[in-house]
């Protein structure tokens, strides 16, 4: 199972055709975006990268210990329906981070607070950083709102600073080392605040609420994202599954409405694989499994069962690497709240 989320903004292939009982996993059309926490309007991702058009790169300005960094960075990252849950996997490793981010420029100043402030708006310095990369039209997002009240005033120059925003921004510092390499002076810990909100969510999810922010590390980081990415699989399957769920019904008269995502998968790949024999007796009964083998020549398809074969195995890898990480991440967060009680006894 792949690590992380690709962000394309390639059309959705129609569902295939044919006729009988038919089963389609071909990919739904993203859903209509709410007005999410980041404050944006509803928009499919389609249409907002159409609105962007050549200016869909955003430019970052951060802030970092020694002066300030700009980098590039897809905008549609910012209106992903869930982007507040999922832009922090970005930034959970390095190699993801620089799929979708790019340094343009690291500048030190030996006075960072005469760079940027209310009173005399952005010096020199920072305006000549900023107008060397930002094209007319482009968006700039900042790491605080002071900031984009002072560069909007200053310069006129349209800026973002959200939820969303955040995220980035977490995600680049937590990763300030790899991606901005001549930055030579080391973040406190008070530059690491808050916690990333997506991250939070997925401690939560899998019952570690009592998770501060001094106690993340990489490896806590990289193993939430392993289970952030399990998740995601299921999501990516659930309503075609729970469609095929309705299909088993109907056709073999199972009644499968109290099934989980890995029984219903496995089932799937039962019908699409009636001759091979596996160890399915975990997931279904001995008359259910009977019942499917018998029927399968009845489920019609236009796609193959490499797709639904594809479905199972990413469904099992979903559900062995959940197993496997939750109880890491239990000793993880186990292991960073000792270290920090004995840090704070001393």
């Known amino acids: ?13 129609p569902p295939a055709t044919g006729r009988g009982r038919e089963i389609s996993l071909a990919p739904h059309p993203p859903p209509a975006m709410g007005r999410g926490p980041a404050n944006h309007p509803a928009r499919s991702i389609q249409s907002i990268a159409a609105e ?3 200016l869909r790169l955003f430019l970052l300005l951060l ?3 020694s002066g300030f960094a700009i980098f590039s960075f897809p905008g549609v990252l910012l209106y992903l329906p869930d982007a507040i849950e999922s832009i922090w996997a970005y930034f959970s490793e390095d190699y993801k981070a620089r799929k ?24 020199k310095k920072l305006t000549k950083m900023i107008l060397k990369w930002r094209r007319p039209g482009q968006k700039l997002a900042v790491g605080k709102p002071e900031y984009k009240t002072i560069i909007e005033t200053s310069l006129k120059i349209p ?22 390499p001549k930055e030579k002076s080391g973040l406190t810990k008070e530059d690491c605040l808050p916690m990333s909100e997506g991250l939070k969510k997925v401690l939560s999810r899998y019952g570690f609420d009592d998770v501060k922010p001094e106690m993340i590390n990489e490896r806590i980081i990289v193993t939430a994202c392993a289970l952030f990415d399990c998740d995601s699989t299921e999501k990516k399957h659930s309503a075609c599954l729970c469609c095929f769920g309705g299909l088993i019904k109907g056709v073999s008269g199972i009644d499968c ?25 975990e997931m279904l009964s001995k008359d259910e499994l009977s019942k499917l083998v018998d029927d399968a020549h009845k489920y019609t398809c236009n796609i193959g069962k ?4 594809m479905v199972y195995k990413e469904m099992v890898s979903a559900h062995e690497v959940r197993t496997k990480e939750k109880i890491l991440l239990g000793h993880l967060v186990m292991e960073a709240k000792e270290a920090y009680e004995n840090g704070k006894g001393k």
């Open 257 to 281: 409405e109290d099934w989980g995502l890995l029984k219903l998968a496995t089932a799937l790949k039962v019908i699409f694989c009636p001759e091979e024999v596996g160890d399915y007796h």
């Open 159 to 180: 800026c973002l600073c959200d939820e969303a925003v955040m995220e980035v921004t977490w995600g680049v510092k937590n990763l300030m080392r790899r991606l901005v």
């Open 52 to 54: 962007l058009g050549n």
């Open 306 to 309: 490499v797709l639904g074969v």
């Open 100 to 123: 979708i981010l790019l340094l343009k420029e690291f500048r030190t100043f030996d006075d960072k607070s005469s760079a940027i402030n209310l009173c005399t708006g952005v010096n």
């Open 63 to 65: 802030e970092t210990p």
């Open 1 to 13: 199972m792949g690590r992380g989320r690709e962000i394309s903004l390639a059309p959705h292939p």
